[in-house]
């Protein structure tokens, strides 16, 4: 038997647990794809609703990757379970997103500094204003000096995440449509988890970051296919690692 807390999304099926750090894509077979790829003896601690989660070892430092679902809900209920009952300090989303500047291509990995956001997930905090989610600075700089180790084209920058993923574009004028709206303001990409994190992060006062790898690009029409969305990833897979082994001691 665990000694390890039960929660509606996370059973934990042995005593290893999780490590300080966890690295969340949103595809369960991404994760299994990290943990037998990546880590020194992988254990699944976790397989409720087929979101597998393994700990393993990395460079010699105990690492956990979990699947987080799609979209902000979902991120948002792993989150706070890891954060607040599972001694989880650090999470990184690794996971894919689209280019909404002529610069950032496909294959490029993009840290996103900030997360703007159409979804209502702040009002939970009741807040005045607005709320600016933003990622952890050392998350950051760590990065920012892994892409460098591994020659990677990287940007860092605002990043937005939607609620929406079909959204409904159709006789839309161009100056009016969202796309262009944050194309002009110069964020990098869209994604859908990455604000629910950073405030969740801030709320608990944790550490978030994504970084993702560019997979399609909105503006060319252009995209990687399934099975590299699922695999082809590894240099930001590597990089969110090395992050994972620097704040090991912080």
Not at 36 to 48: A, G, M, Q, R, T
Not at 63 to 90: D, K, R, T, W
């Amino acid at each position: 038997m665990s000694n390890f807390p039960s929660t509606p999304h996370i059973n934990i099926q042995d005593e290893i647990g999780f490590g300080k750090t966890v690295l969340m894509p949103g595809d369960p077979l991404r994760a299994r794809f990290i943990a037998e790829n990546f880590l020194e003896n992988p254990v699944l601690v976790n397989n409720v609703r087929g979101v597998n989660g393994y700990t393993g070892y990395y460079k010699g430092v105990k690492v956990s990757v979990m699947a987080s679902g799609m979209g902000m809900p979902a991120i948002g209920i792993y989150s706070h379970e890891l954060f607040n009952f599972f001694g989880v300090e650090n999470i990184i989303r690794v996971g894919s997103a689209g280019s909404i500047q002529e610069h950032v291509n496909l294959y490029d990995i993009v840290i996103g500094q900030g997360a703007c956001t159409d979804s209502n997930w702040a009002s939970q905090f009741h807040l005045p204003g607005t709320f600016a989610p933003i990622a952890n600075f050392d998350l950051i700089c760590e990065a920012v000096k892994a892409c460098q180790e591994h020659g990677a084209t990287y940007h860092v920058g605002n990043i937005n995440s939607s609620d929406v993923f079909y959204g409904d574009h159709v006789d839309v004028p161009e100056g009016l449509d969202s796309v262009y709206g944050l194309k002009k303001m110069g964020v990098l990409a869209l994604e859908m988890e990455a604000a629910a994190l950073y405030m969740n992060a801030a709320r608990y006062g944790k550490r978030g970051l994504c970084i993702c790898t560019i997979s399609d690009h909105v503006l060319k029409g252009v995209e990687t296919t399934a099975q590299e969305r699922q695999t082809a990833f590894t240099t930001m897979m590597k990089v969110a690692l090395d992050v994972a082994v620097a704040m090991e001691k912080k």
